[in-house]
């Protein structure tokens, strides 16, 4: 291979932490509130169910990536469904992922604002962000799987801490009774805020990038469901601590434990768990400009790297601006018609079990046209080795 | 373009960032000039306006220190943002709101709705996490008695939150409050805190000090053991009303017994006519916890709280309840911070007529929420509560006894805990039935356990689903010997 070896981007322990953080991280900051003002303790059971489907379609993805732990997802949906409808799924992927950003950028910078700031800037804000965020997407995902390896116990500290700490003030009689009002309020709540979910989506980007070790299935599997359970225990503790005031509290992972009073009697400490959380929602973000940008590559066939992070980082300036940096104005668009882009993307990755059917029917075909079998690296990411 | 050409790029894109913004940090003013740090509110009405009063920080630096002033300042307005509005414009700076721990409302300004007032911290995202607490006084009297030097700068907040914390464990803070509003039960309960110079009414404007108060006790409002003498009305409307029913819930302290009277401070009428608290009935709590009462001997002005709560239904006062009348609900209240306990004409094998004060170490409860087969709704509540005796009073008590305490005595005191207990829960009922307070969150309860079949009966009821309520009240008692 003329000197040059194959190197995976990152390792399965990197793939598990960036899985988690990226499918918790922004979701305890306006969603509880969104959710749980309009669809009450019954959206919450119904969470429970949707997550279940999301877990058992995310460990079907799982078991893809280690059967072809060397195809990128685009080289399987271009090798099996051809490049047009390949490039079309990219361009859903891209929109969906760009739509993610700006979501994160600003609620990011509202929960800021709304908790440890009286006046911050946007400009000031957004300008060491986006510069560390798109540094961050350009040199690649290995760098990205390191930082969050570094990053994850403050995450997970700050995570436990915040529910540890509000645990007390709960009642979790309000998760009853179920549904007595029937389902409509919770399936309407959850559509409305559809693209709070479906982060795990990021996974089909790490496809062929993952130096899979032993038990990572079995990991993953387990890390996956605990944050997915932490996740409704999160929603729950919301609900029982502000049963008919919800719409009220605007940031949950602030707000539940600065209603502690002890807490606030020696001080705030909601502000260390915000601290800490900011990592998690600045490795999300910059997992959200890594897809946008892979995706750019693969849509226009971009080679350098630098020319796709610059383009995405231009629309997301565009759009933060089209939404004029405000969240309500971000809420009245992705709660519109666009969030059934979600659903889509759901049915997309369902249908990533029939990719790898029909992926594996071409190849097999082609293995028999063409023994005997030649080695053959398709759109592998190759780095030189530094030796 | 080459990796290590792009990381140039970056690390110098990185040094213009610096070089454009650290001037920008280098050049800011001090934040004291820009902003205005407030660390409590208070709302008044008069005529049809609201005054708002913030209690600021005025910082103030010299050869010998810096030294923190605190200041009143207050303007008025038809809504409570037009006040701010009109202050920020008076005091040339912008108000930082962010370390403002209180927010004292005179309870005349709550006539019509508490929510016309809490909606603007509610909304006012820089607003951190407020405690509420109304005052029969004027607020901004409150505010300016705590401004005093001998007074630091969380005095109002620690009266509230000592009651809250160690006495009886009544949250008082925006959330909770707004909580209670927008349930079903449209109940709140927000703690009061009170003024009075030196126990004199205040400028003769009316107030009636609250009649036989005699020390109420900041451990409890603690009553004799035979429930019965207790009786007569012990909670009382606010407003022009309470000035005639302090009088009957001032006899009724007087009858539970010297220590343990409890105040009545809704003996005081309406707020904005008189910032008069009558007699401070916290006083001997000021000796027991060190916040009960602060005073200022030159201005002979004090500051109280005297453990009484304002029961708020949709907003508005429905009563406020001493203390006593107030223990009568907390028995069936998770935390059980109140402790103390007199049980007076304890005659047995060994007491004669003996006064025993215990002290209630532990409590386990168990609430069951039943309805009946015809739909009427019951609690069952089942306490465990262990207890030391903390001292015996009789007149021929001696040492031997002491030795001679046997668990007759237990069942005996078993029993008048049983009589108190559930005197105490009946009346707060009754309490309930007639101003129609939810203080127990009974609507969620029933609902959580029963759904619509409660709905159905709420409706069945025109709304009064406490109409009907029973409450059976079982004690079993254990001594703590340790």
């Not at chain 1, 669809?39 to 489907?53: A, E, H, K, P, S």
């Not at chain 1, 911050?120 to 798109?134: A, D, G, K, T």
């Not at chain 1, 602030?254 to 909601?270: A, E, K, P, Y």
């Not at chain 2, 309930?432 to 203080?439: A, H, L, R, W």
């Amino acid at each position: 291979m003329n000197g040059e070896i194959m190197i995976k981007d990152i390792t399965g322990r990197q793939a598990i932490i960036l899985v988690a953080i990226v499918m918790c991280a922004t979701k305890f900051f306006i969603l509880p509130s969104n959710l749980l003002s309009t669809g009450g303790q019954d959206v919450i059971y119904v969470m429970i169910l949707f997550f279940v489907v999301e877990f058992l379609l995310f460990l079907v993805l799982v078991q893809i990536s280690m059967m072809h732990p060397d195809k990128t997802f685009y080289e399987l949906l271009a090798g099996s469904v051809g490049t047009i409808v390949a490039k079309a799924v990219y361009i859903l992927f891209f929109v969906f992922f760009m739509l993610k950003l700006c979501i994160n950028i600003i609620e990011t910078y509202s929960f800021f604002l709304g908790t440890l700031y009286d006046d911050l800037s946007p400009i000031l804000y957004l300008l060491p962000i986006l510069f560390l965020v798109f540094y961050m997407a350009y040199i690649g995902l290995r760098s990205i799987g390191r930082s969050a390896e570094l990053l994850w116990i403050f995450v997970f500290f700050g995570l436990l801490m915040t529910i540890i700490v509000a645990i007390p003030n709960a009642d979790f009689g309000y998760m009853l009774p179920i549904f007595p009002q029937g389902t409509s309020d919770a399936l309407s709540a959850l559509s409305n805020n559809a693209l709070w979910f479906g982060d795990y989506l990021v996974y089909l980007f790490f496809f062929g990038k993952i130096k899979f070790e032993k038990g990572y299935f079995k990991k993953m599997a387990i890390v996956s469901g605990v944050v997915l359970a932490l996740i409704v225990f999160f929603m729950m503790l919301f609900h029982c601590i502000f049963p008919y005031i919800a719409s009220m509290v605007h940031y949950g992972v602030s707000d539940i434990t600065h209603i502690t009073v002890h807490i606030t009697n020696i001080g705030q400490l909601d502000w260390l768990n915000v601290t800490m959380w900011t990592f998690a929602t600045l490795i999300q973000t910059v997992i959200f400009a890594y897809c946008a940008e892979e995706c750019l590559s693969s849509i226009f066939n971009i080679k350098s790297k630098a020319v796709s992070c610059l383009i995405v980082l231009a629309i997301l300036v565009a759009g933060l601006i089209a939404f004029d940096f405000k969240l309500i104005q971000m809420l009245d668009f992705v709660q519109g018609p666009i969030r059934y882009i979600v659903f889509l993307l759901i049915l997309i990755a369902l249908s990533v079990i029939a990719v790898h059917y029909i992926y594996n029917l071409r190849h097999n075909k082609q293995n028999k046209k063409n023994k005997p079998m030649k080695t053959k690296y398709v759109g592998v990411r190759y780095e030189k080795s530094n030796n | 373009m080459k990796s290590r050409t792009i990381r140039k790029i970056y690390i110098g894109l990185l040094f213009v960032l610096l070089i454009i913004l650290l001037p920008m940090f280098f050049g800011m003013p001090e934040q004291a000039f820009e902003k205005t740090l407030i660390l409590a509110f208070g709302v008044d009405k008069t005529a049809d306006e609201f005054e708002l009063s913030v209690q600021v920080m005025v910082p103030q630096s010299s050869q010998s220190g810096y030294s923190e002033k605190r200041e009143v300042r207050s303007d008025k307005g038809k809504t409570i943002d037009e006040a701010m509005a009109k202050l920020q414009l008076k005091e040339g700076k912008e108000l930082a709101v962010a370390h403002a721990n209180i927010l004292l409302i005179a309870e005349s300004a709550i006539e019509d709705d508490i929510n016309i007032i809490l909606d603007y911290f509610v909304r006012d995202r820089n607003v951190g996490y407020l405690t509420v607490a109304t005052t029969p006084n004027n607020a901004k009297e409150l505010l300016e008695i705590s401004s005093q030097e001998s007074f630091d700068k969380d005095s109002l907040l620690r009266l509230v939150s000592f009651n809250n914390e160690n006495i009886y464990g009544t949250e008082s803070t925006l959330n909770k409050i707004l909580f209670g509003y927008y349930s079903p039960s449209k109940t709140s309960l927000v703690s009061r805190l009170m003024s009075s110079q030196g126990g004199e009414s205040d400028g003769g404007q009316g107030s009636s000090s609250s009649g036989g108060t005699t020390g109420g006790d900041a451990l409890m409002g603690i009553e004799g053991g035979d429930s019965s003498s207790s009786g007569g009305e012990s909670t009382s409307k606010s407003g022009q009303e309470s000035g005639q029913q302090s009088q009957e819930s001032g006899g009724s302290s007087q009858q539970s017994g010297s220590e343990g009277s409890s105040g009545q401070p809704s003996g005081e009428q309406s707020a904005g006519e008189s910032s008069g608290g009558g007699e401070q009935s916290g006083q001997s709590s000021g000796q027991n916890n060190g916040n009960g009462t602060q005073s200022n001997s030159q201005e002979k002005k004090e500051l109280g709280n005297d453990g009484s709560i304002a029961v708020l239904k949709g907003g508005k006062i429905a009563t406020i309840l001493d203390p006593l009348a107030y223990r009568g609900f907390h028995w069936l209240m998770p935390i059980k911070q109140s402790s103390f306990i007199r049980l007076e004409n304890i005659t047995d094998e060994i007491f004669d007529n003996a006064t025993i004060i215990i002290d209630i170490t532990n409590a386990k409860d168990k609430i069951k929420y039943e309805m009946t087969e015809d739909g009427t709704p019951i609690i069952k509540f089942k306490t465990m509560l262990t207890y030391q005796i903390s001292s015996v009073q009789e007149d021929n008590f001696s040492v031997d006894k002491y030795a001679e305490f046997t668990e007759d005595s237990s069942k005996v005191i078993k029993l008048a805990l049983q009589q108190l207990i559930d005197t105490e829960v009946q009346k707060a009922l009754n309490t309930s039935k007639e101003y129609q307070i939810d203080v127990w969150n009974v609507y969620d309860k029933f609902y959580q356990k029963y759904g619509n079949k409660f709905i159905n009966y709420v409706d069945n009821n025109e709304g009064d689903y406490l109409k009907d309520l029973e409450i059976f009240v079982e004690v079993n008692v254990k001594e703590d010997k340790l």
